[in-house]
């Protein structure tokens, strides 16, 4: 457990003065903790025995113990590919048995299967609520590589509801889109660390305007969680200088099936109306139908629908 999940859990019982320790420290956080015992203790209001105190009902080894625990965690939060590349390289030696690829993937299936105790029901079934009841625009963004997650979960949404666009890039025109914005919308973010200034900003400014946010993020959360109405939190820490985006994909796909559990007529109906329309599209092509003699007929048929043929293949 980090050192805010223990500032945030309500394990122990606290007098009001351990109370306003906690209270600066999770405000600055991590910076509050940073300094001497005497700083924390001037900006909560109470006296240095008592910081000391509390780092020790918290579990910590005195007031050194709990900032040599609160570094290591800005240190996970902060550390890049880059830096991790020679602590995390996998073990493709001469003794082992299965190969990076393999331990690579064992990996992952133990991320994932943290994940199945990082969020509990409840905040999937709100979350799925949340998206499906509100009535105006279903905004998604994401960093670097999470834009990929936000845009699978819109295609995903696209076909439940309508109002979903996907911020695919933040370009000037994309963040014009906050000014249509407002408190009958809900924006969908994902940031992981290392957390991005634009995305963070963006939701920033969306809150401002009294936008709902739905957050997906890591166990170090995104500064976006401070001002989140439901936060669901993925670890994707692995065996290797990347983290991985599978358990943030295992989590939309996770609200997806809890849409789904809902049993909203509207989202079937819905589905319906797209299954027939899709149909309908596909009849000119199940009619052109070709034959070996009617090349000229199967050349036609290719350039109308954009397909490509390939040199020495008849298949598309």
Do not use: C
Request: aromatic content about 6%; charged content about 25%; hydrophobic content about 40%.
């Amino acid at each position: 457990m980090n050192v805010r999940d223990t500032l945030l859990q309500g394990a122990v019982s606290l007098t009001p003065s351990e109370e306003r320790i906690i209270q600066v420290l999770l405000t600055d956080y991590p910076t509050a903790g940073l300094g001497t015992a005497t700083s924390l203790a001037k900006r909560a209001g109470v006296s240095d025995p008592t910081v000391v105190r509390l780092a020790v009902k918290l579990g910590f080894n005195g007031f050194p113990d709990f900032q040599q625990r609160l570094l290591a965690d800005v240190e996970a939060r902060l550390h890049s590919p880059l830096l991790m590349m020679e602590a995390k390289r996998p073990d493709i030696g001469s003794d082992s048995e299965q190969g990076a690829a393999i331990a690579y993937m064992k990996s992952v299936a133990g991320t994932l299967h943290k994940a199945l105790t990082s969020t509990p029901l409840i905040t999937y079934e709100r979350a799925a609520r949340l998206i499906m009841d509100t009535k105006g625009r279903v905004v998604l963004l994401g960093g670097r590589f999470s834009r990929h997650v936000a845009g699978l979960l819109a295609s995903y949404l696209s076909q439940f509801r309508p109002g979903v666009y996907h911020v695919e890039t933040l370009s000037a025109q994309q963040l014009d889109v906050l000014v249509d914005l407002g408190k009958r919308d809900l924006l969908v973010v994902f940031d992981y660390r290392r957390y991005q200034v634009d995305v963070i900003t963006f939701a920033e400014q969306a809150a401002a305007r009294r936008v709902r946010i739905l957050l997906f993020t890591d166990p170090w959360l995104s500064p976006i969680s401070e001002f989140s109405e439901i936060t669901l939190v993925s670890p994707i820490e692995v065996n290797s200088p990347y983290d991985t985006m599978a358990p943030p994909v295992a989590q939309i796909e996770a609200v997806v099936a809890q849409i789904l559990a809902l049993g909203d007529k509207r989202t079937r109906s819905r589905i319906e109306e797209l299954e027939t329309i899709r149909s309908k599209v596909s009849v000119p092509l199940e009619k052109e139908k070709t034959t070996a003699g009617n090349n000229g007929s199967q050349s036609r048929t290719r350039q109308r629908y954009g397909l490509r043929e390939i040199e020495g293949d008849k298949d598309v």
